[in-house]
T-cell receptor, first 111, second 113 residues
């Protein structure tokens, strides 16, 4: 699986958009970009994933650059409950399905 | 509701003892995974299984063992050979097809006393 680079921490005001960047310059053509988040002492929660196109669901939007070397997760209206560690993962492109979780970005939403 | 269940949530073990962590899923997923998480760290893969009666070592398999006798179950045994077993253990499952993500359990926190 391709390795990813994320800032260790970010903060955001409640109600504002949170934009979390991720670099995955070594991503291969069949690898997906996944985003998960983990609230302290809980299991990671799936947010969104994509291959080439931008994606949107009820939780977030995923913007993938045309060269696929980076992406941005957007939480359009951050709330205090969005405070968590966010993991960006590039992988899942084979039947092995292994995903590599780095240290992620600690997002703190403040009131 | 379908999901993945890990038990117990907290587990204490004396040094030198083996302990088994349970992971059960009713999602009809083919693939299951065990990860270990240490404070402030990411998740590291211990073992994974793509189908029943088959499993592979992950990045940190030493001192651990698994079995996959049923599709729904993937128990992890932490043996006495694991030198630093105190950690948060996470089980996950997926359909196993290209592009499918994981569903995680809520984790088991193991403490060696």
């Amino acid at each position: 699986d391709a390795k990813t680079t994320q800032p260790p921490s970010m903060d955001c005001a409640e109600g504002r958009a949170a934009n979390l960047p991720c670099n995955h310059s070594t991503i291969s053509g069949n690898e997906y970009v996944y985003w998960y988040r983990q609230i302290h002492s809980q299991g990671p929660q799936y947010i969104i994933h994509g291959l080439k196109n931008n994606e949107t669901n009820e939780m977030a939007s995923l913007i993938i650059t045309e060269d696929r070397k980076s992406s941005t997760l957007i939480l359009p209206h951050a709330t205090l409950r969005d405070t968590a560690v966010y993991y960006c993962i590039a992988g899942g492109g084979s039947t092995l399905g292994r995903l590599y979780f780095g240290r992620g970005t600690q997002l703190t939403v403040w009131p | 509701d379908g999901g993945i269940t890990q038990s117990p949530k907290y587990l204490f073990r004396k040094e030198g003892q083996n302990v088994t962590l349970s992971c059960e899923q009713n999602l009809n997923h083919d693939a299951m995974y065990w990860y270990r998480q240490d404070p402030g760290q990411g998740l590291r893969l211990i073992y994974y299984s793509q189908i029943v009666n088959d499993f592979q070592k992950g990045d940190i398999a030493e001192g651990y063992s698994v079995s996959r006798e049923k599709k729904e179950s993937f128990p992890l045994t932490v043996t006495s050979a694991q030198k630093n077993p105190t950690a948060f253990y996470l089980c996950a499952s997926s359909i196993g097809r290209e592009g499918d993500g994981y569903t995680f359990g809520s984790g088991t926190r193991l403490t060696v006393v």
